[in-house]
């Protein structure tokens, strides 16, 4: 896989959240720690998004993750749904291709040390 695929959703969500609150790349990156060449290579493919890039870039967007990945509420047994596309698992993975964490049908998955939480949506 390619790094703009693996970027993606992330990449196409940050820009266009960036571009929806009005803010600039430049202060986003450097909020988030990085210079503006940095944020743009990772929304651009040409560096990997990491879990604590996501973290830190949730952080200044004032944005969970299920809105990082453009992720949709569902009902159980329903797919997951990313940007109009349908999946059964959202995976977290290593540089080196280890599951790191899984997004399924359930509220929390745990693996080494990292937790996902499913936070439903509150009326």
């Given amino acids: 896989m390619l790094i703009p695929e693996s970027n993606q959703p992330v990449a196409e969500k940050v820009s266009q959240l960036i571009e ?4 600039k790349k430049k202060a986003v ?3 988030a720690g990085y210079s503006e060449q940095i944020l743009s290579d990772m929304l651009n493919g040409r560096r990997i998004i990491r879990v604590m890039d996501m973290i830190r870039i949730m952080e200044v ?6 809105t990082l990945f453009g992720i949709v509420g569902k009902k159980e047994g329903e797919m997951i749904t990313i940007n109009g596309s349908e999946f ?6 290593t540089n080196e291709n ?3 964490a899984s997004i399924t049908d359930e ?3 745990e693996k080494d040390g990292y ?7 509150s009326d």
């Avoid at 929806?20 to 803010?23: D, H, Q």
């Avoid at 059964?88 to 993975?93: A, D, L, T």
């Avoid at 937790?115 to 949506?121: D, G, I």
């Fill in 88 to 93: 059964k698992e959202i995976q977290i993975i």
């Fill in 61 to 66: 967007l004032g944005v969970d993750a299920n």
């Fill in 29 to 31: 990156a450097e909020k």
């Fill in 107 to 109: 509220d929390v998955i």
């Fill in 20 to 23: 929806s609150k009005g803010l």
């Fill in 98 to 100: 280890e599951l790191i």
């Fill in 115 to 121: 937790k996902v939480v499913c936070v439903p949506v």
